[in-house]
Structures are given as structure tokens and as C-alpha cells.
């Protein structure tokens, strides 16, 4: 029983002494683990994955450019860019949103990417 108060009280003062973006990537990670999603640290290229995580950034191209929408996916390990090639907006697909990936991992520039993946917006937690 002692142990496990320890642990409660070392929980504890680790939510008071992180900061906000620490303690989001933990939710992040432990959604990944509960929901048997791959991590995206773990992810290489050619890799088949789903990863869940919160949308940090989302990128319309302008309209004299070819359409593409580019969202930059945090599951609390790593960032992973998601582009939908011939998409210039997606109901729900805006910063802060909590989302459900699948598809192949490639690799642009040294990043993790993800073309065209497969979606599923998630409720807020």
C-alpha cells in the first residue's frame, strides 16, 4: 500500500512541477498506448501505421499554387506531417484537433510523412 501512495504522491508533484506541453504529450502518449496505435518515434519509412495525436499545425496553399494541405500531427513523441494532395481545406482539420491517422510513413526532407492518409477526427478529451 505504501507504494503505491508513493507512486500517487510522485504523480502528483510531477503534474504541479511540469509545464502544460509536458503534461499534453503524456495524454497524447497514453491515448497512443490505450488505443494500440503505433508512436510516431518509432515510425520509419515504408512503415504501414495508425498513430493518433493533436493537430499542432495546419497549412492551406494559396490559391494560384496547387492544392495541397499540409498538418503537422504531435502524438507526444515525435511530429509527423500529414499532406492531402489535391485538398486545399477539410471540415475539421484545424489546429488543437485531436485525430486518428493510417497510412504509409515516407520520408521528405529528413521529416516523417504521411500522403493522403486515411482520417478520423476524434472527440476533445
Not at 502544460?20 to 508512436?39: I, Y
Not at 502524438?75 to 484545424?94: K, S
Request: with cysteine; net charge positive; charged share 35%.
Amino acid at each position: 500500500m505504501a507504494s503505491t501512495d508513493g507512486g500517487l504522491l510522485k504523480r502528483f508533484m510531477r503534474k504541479l512541477t511540469s509545464g502544460v506541453e509536458e503534461l499534453d504529450a503524456d495524454d497524447l502518449t497514453k491515448d497512443t498506448e490505450q488505443l494500440g496505435a503505433h508512436r510516431a518515434c518509432d515510425c520509419r519509412g515504408g512503415d504501414e501505421v495508425t498513430m493518433v495525436g493533436r493537430l499542432r499545425s495546419v497549412e492551406l496553399s494559396p490559391k494560384d499554387a496547387v492544392a495541397m494541405l499540409e498538418a503537422e500531427l504531435f502524438d507526444g513523441t515525435d511530429g509527423v506531417t500529414l499532406i492531402w494532395v489535391g485538398r486545399r481545406r477539410i471540415a475539421g482539420i484545424e489546429p488543437g484537433r485531436k485525430i486518428k491517422v493510417r497510412g504509409r510513413v515516407a520520408i521528405r526532407n529528413g521529416r516523417k510523412v504521411l500522403y493522403n492518409p486515411h482520417y478520423e477526427l476524434r472527440q476533445a478529451s
